[in-house]
């Protein structure tokens, strides 16, 4: 699959956009920097990791939210 251009993408393709657990922003799915290179382009999406209905699930939160220090229920810390 290439990794420009494709409409598997989620830069620049409003399709593919979802919205944050926690207040219904739409936000990318796709976490992280849209370049390496674009060191000043905060994230906008945040990929946490919790627990619904007992399966492993990621819930996508906003930059705003996560900086809130929301996090989705039972949620799991990294260690
Ligand atoms: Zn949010």
């Not at 207040?23 to 674009?38: N, R, Y």
């Not at 705003?64 to 810390?77: I, K, V």
Request: hydrophobic letters at 30%; one cysteine or more; aromatic letters at 8%.
């Amino acid at each position: 699959m290439p990794s420009k251009g494709s409409a598997y993408r989620a830069e620049g393709n409003p399709t593919l956009r979802t919205v944050c657990a926690h207040c219904g922003k739409s936000i990318p799915t796709e976490v992280g920097h849209a370049h390496p290179l674009d060191v000043d382009l905060r994230r906008e999406t945040w990929g946490l990791v919790g627990y619904h209905a007992a399966l492993k699930t990621v819930f996508a939160t906003c930059t705003a939210c996560h900086d809130t220090g929301w996090q989705p229920p039972e949620f799991e810390r990294g260690n």
